[in-house]
Antibody
């Protein structure tokens, strides 16, 4: 049974960089899309992006200029870096294991395991 | 941003049925598979339905998914107090700004 355990800095000042790490245990690393998702207080889920098992990343276009998701397969973890944060980046951040593949030109993309979530607050 | 539209809330008495809709476009729901997630208060979301209508092992058959055109639906039958939660749909969007997308979320209240 795969488990995702995440950690990182919880309180930031505007313009600083957010950095979170998610450790994966109990499963293969190469066949999945390792994803970050966030949820502002009282609001819905927002997809941030993923890194696949080969280390190739894809990002939400609204965050693309400030975000980097990387993979360290040797240590079975992946990371999120979000630069130049503002109060609008205050949210609970979740890591998740994504499954993504296509059949008949239709994509399947869903998240079957999640980390516990980390509240990141941005305040001066 | 959420590009899939859900009703903000639905409610029903214990034992009854609720239906949650998720409306999208041809670039997302219309041509890709839909998943559904349950988020109990203060916890991470949990996968309920994938590939439009499949359930992971351990998810009771009271939860079912369907899709027609650019809309998807989650049905919960035999409603229980433990089903009080937020529910989100999700899929892949294949437009020029391709990526994962979620619904706006629906709060289910058991009366």
């Amino acid at each position: 049974q795969v488990q995702l355990q995440q950690w990182g800095t919880g309180l930031l000042k505007p313009s600083e960089a957010l950095s979170l790490t998610c450790a994966v245990s109990g499963g293969s690393f190469t066949d999945y899309y390792w994803t970050w998702i966030r949820q502002p207080p009282g609001k819905g889920l927002e997809w941030i992006g993923y890194v696949d098992g080969r280390g190739v990343s894809k990002y939400n276009t609204t965050l693309k200029s400030r975000v980097a998701i990387s993979l360290d397969a040797s240590r079975s973890h992946f990371s999120l870096d979000l630069y130049s944060v503002t109060a609008a980046d205050t949210a609970v951040y979740f890591c998740a294991r994504g499954r993504k593949y296509s059949s008949s030109s239709r994509w399947r993309y869903y998240f079957d395991s999640w980390g516990q979530g980390t509240l990141v607050s941005v305040s001066s | 941003q959420s590009v899939l539209t859900q009703p903000p809330s639905v409610s029903a008495a214990p034992g009854q049925r609720v239906t949650i809709s998720c409306s999208g476009t041809s670039s997302n729901i219309g041509n890709n598979y839909v998943s559904w997630y349950q988020q109990l208060p203060g916890t991470a979301p949990k996968l309920l339905i994938y590939d439009d209508d499949d359930r992971p092992s351990g998810i009771p058959d009271r939860f079912s998914g369907s899709k027609s055109g650019t809309s998807a639906t989650l049905d919960i039958t035999g409603l229980q107090t433990g089903d009080e939660a937020d529910y989100y749909c999700g899929t892949w969007d294949s437009s020029v700004t391709s990526g994962g997308v979620f619904g706006t979320g629906t709060r289910v209240t058991v009366l």
